[in-house]
């Protein structure tokens, strides 16, 4: 290697991260790979942490800029001998789109020839020439795209440790998508800012430094097709190749898209075949104010059923017409995708898609009155068209203080024969359908014949999807119940289907929501069971929707719900990052998020952390009549007042919390924190034996079935027994792993490394300052080190810490 070679630059000083397994794995495949990507996405740093895990290799670069130069060489190379005697890497950098033919017949007849313990490694921002495809057909090369070079979210916090950076690594993930270069320029420059004017991942983004960069050696390297698409993919939503060549007569643009996601530059959506832009280049300053373009753009985006994009279109087209017609068409859908929707607060008219627009939103911002006036503007009659008495339905349904049974009986009044009606949203925003838009506790908690003719109503009346919403409330209500054993088999059909990559996209993104909840629940229930392989279909599928709501309740509950004592970082990680980006605002698109931070941080012990989300989460709640989500908050309360010896607040709230499940019977719900629950509930039977007018007697022998027929003593008797079986569990768990960390002493390790003191764990944390010293002894006696640095160097090594 020559001195001017950017190959020798590379020291141990510098902090990597290694990217370079991919590689290791094409050239134990194939004698040659090709490294593809756009500027600064990693390809040359990567080989040269290769280069300096293999020092005995001997390296010859050859600078294609320099195209006659390196051909020279290479063909010297060719000629001699000597230079195969001991195995070596040739490294082609910058393969260029003008490379003459020749040039490329000499590289690839040298690949073609290379003896054996030689490799080749090819570098360069465009594809592949077509020269070489035979090469890549044949198994003598193999091609890596740029995006096994990208950062993860884990790799930039552990550049953002070593740098010292107060960026935030999900914000700069965020801004680039972890494209290598940018994410080190960015850290770079956050290192020069002054104390008093640092700024945050955004701003230094948009710096000169980065945007001059990317123009230079990015975007005006595109080709003038290349440009062509950019225009549009940085303002639309996505973009696909019928879009182009529908609207805008591209026909070539299969090719030009192809290229920019080689590049890096646009993303592709496999499963919906379309392109987004990349993160790192949704800030050009591109903007399209034409009217008609915009109304033309949301048009298609409607006729193909894209609804949430032809909104944003047709409001920038200022049409409001065409706007308003788009929102009317798709009311059912419009409430429940995440856009504001506010504008039809203002529309008047008593159109029933208007009328259900309003009730909902009402709805949402806790309006009882005007979800009342919506249903009287409708004026409602048994002869009226199907639609508007589907209207009624969904918006009583949503109505809080209307009983069920009550609703019940107006689905069947206001059916046809033969006729099924589709309610709009029965989840919500939560992530089981037994306490989602409202509570269905009351379809299960009832005698056996009179859920059969609940079961009978619902199924006659409502669609396919509304019967596998029920039976998905049926399974969680019956495990909430201790009744796993009388769920039906068509549940356990419905809940374990395999679906395909086809039917798994049609499956509604709510259903699947609550089948990855159930499946925790199971395997929390029945540890040797495995249903990893399913849990991971199903995050992987709901992670890819582009649904906001979906997207953070399934971080919740993955977080949450994940057999926590196998993932004690994650759930850290999650409550940690929530803390700062949640806020305790509730709202209809967060309660299920802060519902599940507070059983988070219950978890962890971190009781005055989960007091401050329930003094706002519980009135939220209580509105909306969500009862078991009411209940379990109303004892997590009681379990809080507990450990702060506050024993008769406690004793309430418990009293509260089971008036409020009432004829529910609960079982799961109170069995899950440990110690102090198990305290809480031998508080309320004490109190319960004292104060039963006719005294408290239990028949321990008697077989009722289950919970719902039992006596308040033998009920109360389950919930005790199940809350000790689980404390037992907890244990044997703790004691089958003490050799590692536990949850609190995984956090205290890692504000240890954050460079907090003693004193600053114990505000964190709110625990005393012997707690702490003890915690430290303990992690230390485990890691086997005997200080603060021994103990970081251990974690890290562990993977414990990053």
Known sequence: MEKSSPYVTLTEEQFYIDKTAILER????????????????????????????????????????????????????VKSREEWTKPGWII???????????????????????PSGWHAILIGRERPHEGFLNLIWKRKMQIISQEHLRFTEKDIRSLTNHFQSDLDPGEIYEQTGGWAGCVDMMLR????????????????????????YIKKYILDTLSAEENEIMRRAVICPW???????????????????????????????????????????????????????????????????????ALFCLKKSQNEEAYRACMLQNYAKIPFLGIPYSEVMGWKGTDPRLCYLRGVYCY???KPDGINLEIQNLNISEKDAHEKREIYLNLTFLKPDLDLDFWLGLLEQYSREKEHFHLYNILGNSHTYLCGVRDLSRLFACTKREENRKAKIWKEHLGKDEWKCYQLARIDYYLETERKDTIPMEDWELLFAQEDAENSRRSPWQQRLA?????????????????????????????????QVCLKNTEAVSNLFAPVRNEQERLTRWLLKSDKTMGISVKEDNYDQLFCQVKGYLHLNQYKRSEKILRHLIPYLQFYRRNKYLAELLFQQAVIF???????????????????????????????????????????????????????????????????????????EVVLRCARREARISRSAEEATEEHLTMMETIILQDINRGLTNAEICEELNLKLPTVKSHIYNLYKKLGVNSRVQAILKGKEQGILD
């Not at 194939?30 to 996405?41: N, V």
């Not at 420059?189 to 001059?212: G, M």
């Not at 993160?279 to 903007?287: A, E, G, K, L, V």
């Not at 719900?669 to 102090?676: A, F, G, M």
Request: hydrophobic share 35%; aromatic share 10%.
């Open 515 to 547: 089948k990855l909840y159930l499946l925790y629940k199971l395997q929390r229930l029945a540890p040797k069971e495995d249903y990893k392989e399913q849990i991971s279909s199903l995050e992987d599928s709901l992670m890819k929707e582009d649904n």
């Open 642 to 716: 507990w450990d702060e010896g506050l024993h008769g607040q406690a004793l309430r709230k418990t009293i509260e919390s089971f008036m409020v499940s009432g004829e529910a019977r609960y079982v799961g719900l109170y069995t899950v924190y440990e110690k102090r629950g198990e305290e809480v509930l031998e508080a309320y039977i004490d109190w319960l034996s004292k104060n039963s007018p006719g005294g408290w007697h239990r028949k321990k022998k008697y077989n009722y079935g289950n919970v719902l027929r039992m006596p308040k003593e033998d009920y109360m």
């Open 189 to 212: 420059l956050s290192q020069a800012d002054p104390p008093a004017a640092r700024r945050n991942a955004r701003e230094i983004k948009a710096s000169y430094e980065i945007t001059a």
């Open 26 to 77: 094409g050239m134990e495949e194939c004698p040659s790979i090709y490294i593809e990507g756009a500027a600064a996405s990693g390809k040359t740093t990567a080989v040269r942490l290769l280069l300096g895990k293999n020092p005995d290799i001997k390296a010859y670069i050859l600078e294609m800029k320099e195209e006659a130069e390196s051909i020279k060489k290479l063909d010297e190379m």
């Open 92 to 114: 082609f950098e910058d393969m260029h789109s003008a490379l003459e033919e020749v040039t490329i017949k000499k590289i690839s007849d040298c690949i073609w020839n290379l």
């Open 239 to 309: 973009i696909n190749e019928t879009m182009c060549r529908e609207i805008w007569q591209l026909p070539w643009a299969s090719d030009s898209l192809q290229d920019l996601c080689r590049k890096g530059l646009l993303e592709y959506d496999k499963e919906k075949e379309r392109w987004k832009i990349a993160p790192m280049f949704r800030d050009m300053h591109i903007s399209e104010t034409n009217p008609i373009f915009w109304k033309h753009v949301g048009n298609w985006y409607h006729q193909s059923g894209n609804v949430e994009e």
């Open 364 to 366: 949402t911002r806790q």
